[in-house]
């Protein structure tokens, strides 16, 4: 089932389905929790920093260079540096240890099916972006993929959201809606005028979520058409 956390947001909007839906990549569409905890862990150790694979699993989400820098200290070479080290993991091997969540395949048909058209914003860089959408089955679902370059230097979640927006042609922001599960992706959304929903099957909980305030709650893949449709 699917919870309207904050009614008093919907109250004022329409209650036909949306058009448009922007997703977050890892963690809403994709489980790429196994690939990228390694390729983390390699980046960590080079640096000299070692701790638990879940409290690394917490880490995905934001720019892996920008947490080196601004979390650990460390200069922006030498993250660049440790960063190198985790992609060429990566590249070679932890691109392809990803899966879609349960019943996401069948979620993005029946959002098809009813003409939404659909896109992607993330913050992984794009060429391992399209490398695991490509290995799951799903990059035909998407109008668009907006992603980050190699060091994850490019832009921000929110800048990404509105190219989403300006590609899939949305001249209507109650049209279209965000869906992640980490809090840069509904403040992303919010950045950009659209309701959003936060899922909870991702990396991100309940506390964060439910902090961030997102329009809409989402316990499953299978919540969201409800959500959407209407």
């Given at each position: 089932?699917?919870?309207?956390?904050?009614?008093?947001?919907?109250?004022?909007?329409?209650?036909?389905?949306?058009?448009?839906?922007?997703?977050?990549?890892?963690?809403?569409?994709?489980?790429?929790?196994?690939?990228?905890?390694?390729?983390?862990?390699?980046?960590?150790?080079?640096?000299g920093?070692?701790?638990t694979?879940e409290?690394?699993k917490?880490?995905?989400?934001?720019?892996?260079?920008?947490?080196?820098?601004?979390?650990f200290?460390?200069?922006e070479?030498?993250?660049?540096?440790?960063?190198?080290?985790?992609?060429?993991?990566f590249?070679?091997?932890?691109?392809?240890?990803?899966q879609v969540?349960?019943?996401?395949?069948?979620?993005?048909?029946?959002?098809?099916?009813?003409?939404?058209k659909?896109?992607?914003?993330?913050s992984?860089?794009?060429?391992?972006?399209?490398?695991?959408?490509?290995?799951?089955?799903?990059?035909?679902?998407?109008?668009?993929?907006?992603?980050?370059?190699l060091?994850?230097?490019?832009?921000?979640?929110?800048?990404?959201?509105?190219?989403c927006?300006?590609s899939m042609?949305?001249?209507?922001?109650?049209?279209?809606?965000?869906?992640?599960?980490?809090?840069?992706?509904?403040?992303?959304?919010k950045?950009n005028?659209?309701?959003?929903i936060g899922?909870l099957?991702?990396?991100?909980?309940l506390?964060?979520?439910?902090e961030?305030?997102?329009?809409?709650?989402?316990?499953?893949?299978?919540?969201?058409?409800?959500?959407?449709?209407?």
């Open positions: 089932m699917f919870l309207l956390y904050n009614l008093k947001v919907i109250t004022f909007r329409r209650f036909d389905m949306y058009k448009y839906v922007v997703f977050d990549l890892d963690g809403t569409l994709i489980d790429t929790s196994e690939g990228t905890v390694k390729m983390f862990k390699k980046s960590l150790n080079h640096a920093i070692f701790d694979d409290n690394i917490s880490l995905i989400g934001p720019p892996l260079t920008r947490r080196l820098v601004n979390d200290g460390l200069s070479e030498r993250a660049r540096e440790a960063v190198d080290v985790g992609n060429k993991y590249f070679e091997k932890g691109v392809y240890e990803c969540f349960d019943n996401m395949l069948e979620t993005l048909e029946e959002l098809k099916d009813r003409g939404i659909m896109s992607v914003a993330t992984q860089p794009e060429e391992t972006a399209l490398m695991e959408m490509e290995h799951v089955g799903i990059h035909n679902y998407f109008e668009t993929i907006q992603a980050n370059n060091y994850q230097t490019r832009g921000t979640k929110s800048e990404f959201i509105k190219t927006l300006k042609d949305v001249k209507d922001k109650l049209d279209a809606i965000m869906i992640g599960d980490k809090r840069p992706d509904i403040l992303g959304g950045d005028d659209l309701d959003t899922v099957y991702g990396y991100g909980d506390k964060e979520i439910k961030s305030e997102p329009t809409h709650i989402a316990d499953l893949p299978v919540d969201i058409p409800k959500i959407i449709l209407g």
